[in-house]
């Protein structure tokens, strides 16, 4: 029995192994998988218009602080926070009993002097005949002439003091400097107001042109001087196109500005130079205080040109997938110099005639092998054209 059990083991053995051949040839090995189709596109020097951005603060054409010019408890607020005032209308009302008072003796000063100058004249003119026949000493006339311009002066002094106090009874009703809006009114009726308060009684801005006011870096003003035409500053602002105002919420302002002045220096310390764009604001939608962005276009020379769903970012750069031999792919850094639409412009990293992945970089890794399929940035473009 044991010589037939012997016998048997090296057929099993050879059964298995058999077996195991069969299972390795029908699938139990791992083929590489074949690799992926992927649309490429050759890059191209193109023409290039993008914009630059700069946070702005808006403020109105007139920001106007309304101070009162004479001390008193305030009678009467003629307006409300935020209301559309005209040049002249009535704002504030000062008590002015005490202007009035001051006027009153004001002018019964006035009198008196009027009537010492009616004196000395008819004093003066007694003696001019007597000195004139010789009857009295012409020092005598002398005296009274002197009296007589004393008094006249006396009239003119009383004359500034009543003009004073009609200027001052004015100064009790406050009237708008300029059509404008009304900001926080900082007073209520019977508060004590006066020359010395630290706060304005309110603010009037005036908004038919609002004022956007940027700050640019010291490295984009060096590239803002190359990039617009112009010998002097004055001539690159006059050279500059209507800009957009981008308002908080993204939208686009509807009515362009144009940007009118540069400050003549750097700021200390924060190594910017500001600049003001001004909007203008028919219908009031802008007000002193609202934020948004400066958008101001540029031409740029023709340069290489990809569609942004070819690129990722990583650490704060920029990469595309380049086509190399072997149809393997090459990681490599651009340099982004605008942006128009969904296309970037690219300063660095990518020359004409050289052929990039467009779409499907996120499934990618440096030196991994496509079936490349060739497609056109000019379709692309027809599509979706850059803005």
């Known amino acids: 029995m044991r010589k037939y059990l012997y016998a048997g083991i090296p057929i099993f053995s050879a059964v298995i192994a058999f077996v195991s051949c069969k299972n390795s040839q029908a699938g139990g090995g791992y083929a590489p998988p074949p690799p992926a189709n992927l649309p490429v596109i050759t890059v191209t020097d193109r023409p290039f218009s993008t914009y630059r951005e700069y946070t702005a603060s808006l403020e109105g054409s007139?920001?106007?602080?309304?101070?009162?010019?004479?001390?008193?408890?305030?009678?009467?607020?003629?307006?409300?926070?935020?209301?559309?005032?005209?040049?002249?209308?009535?704002?504030?009302?000062?008590?002015?009993?005490?202007?009035?008072?001051?006027?009153?003796?004001?002018?019964?000063?006035?009198?008196?002097?009027?009537?010492?100058?009616?004196?000395?004249?008819?004093?003066?003119?007694?003696?001019?005949?007597?000195v004139e026949n010789n009857v009295i000493s012409p020092i005598q006339l002398k005296t009274a002439k002197a009296a007589y311009d004393a008094t006249t002066a006396y009239v003119s002094q009383a004359n500034a003091t009543v003009a004073n106090a009609k200027i001052n009874i004015g100064y009790s009703?406050?009237?708008?400097?300029?059509?404008?809006?009304?900001?926080?009114?900082?007073?209520?009726?019977?508060?004590?107001?006066?020359?010395?308060?630290?706060?304005?009684?309110?603010?009037?801005?005036?908004?038919?042109?609002?004022?956007?006011?940027?700050?640019?870096?010291?490295?984009?003003f060096i590239r803002f001087r190359d990039e617009y035409p112009g010998k002097t500053m004055e001539e690159k602002i006059r050279n500059l196109p209507p800009v957009n105002l981008i308002l908080s919420d993204n939208s686009v302002y509807p009515l362009k500005g144009r940007v009118e002045v540069v400050a003549g220096q750097f700021t200390t310390g924060s190594g910017a130079i500001p600049f003001r764009a001004t909007f203008p604001n028919p219908n009031g939608v802008l007000r002193s205080g609202n934020t948004g962005r400066v958008r101001i276009s540029i031409s740029l020379p023709p340069a290489p040109v990809i569609p942004q769903e070819s690129t990722y970012e990583l650490q704060d750069k920029v990469f595309v997938f380049v086509l190399g031999d072997s149809n393997k792919v090459i990681n490599t850094a651009v340099q982004i110099?605008?942006?128009?639409?969904?296309?970037?412009?690219?300063?660095?990293?990518?020359?004409?005639?050289?052929?990039?992945?467009?779409?499907?970089?996120?499934?990618?890794?440096?030196?991994?092998?496509?079936?490349?399929?060739?497609?056109?940035?000019?379709?692309?473009?027809?599509?979706?054209?850059?803005?």
């Open 173 to 220: 009703l406050i009237k708008a400097p300029v059509d404008g809006y009304i900001g926080r009114v900082h007073i209520k009726i019977g508060s004590l107001v006066g020359v010395s308060n630290l706060d304005p009684l309110t603010n009037i801005s005036e908004v038919k042109d609002v004022r956007a006011y940027f700050s640019i870096s010291e490295t984009a």
């Open 62 to 130: 007139n920001d106007i602080e309304i101070r009162p010019q004479v001390s008193g408890y305030v009678e009467k607020i003629f307006v409300d926070e935020g209301a559309f005032v005209k040049k002249g209308q009535p704002l504030f009302k000062i008590n002015d009993q005490p202007y009035q008072e001051a006027l009153n003796n004001a002018n019964a000063a006035l009198a008196v002097a009027k009537a010492n100058q009616a004196s000395a004249e008819i004093d003066m003119n007694k003696l001019e005949p007597l």
């Open 337 to 387: 110099g605008g942006r128009s639409g969904n296309y970037y412009l690219v300063e660095k990293g990518l020359k004409a005639g050289e052929k990039i992945v467009y779409s499907g970089v996120d499934k990618l890794n440096d030196g991994a092998q496509i079936d490349p399929v060739p497609m056109s940035l000019d379709s692309l473009m027809k599509v979706r054209p850059m803005q």
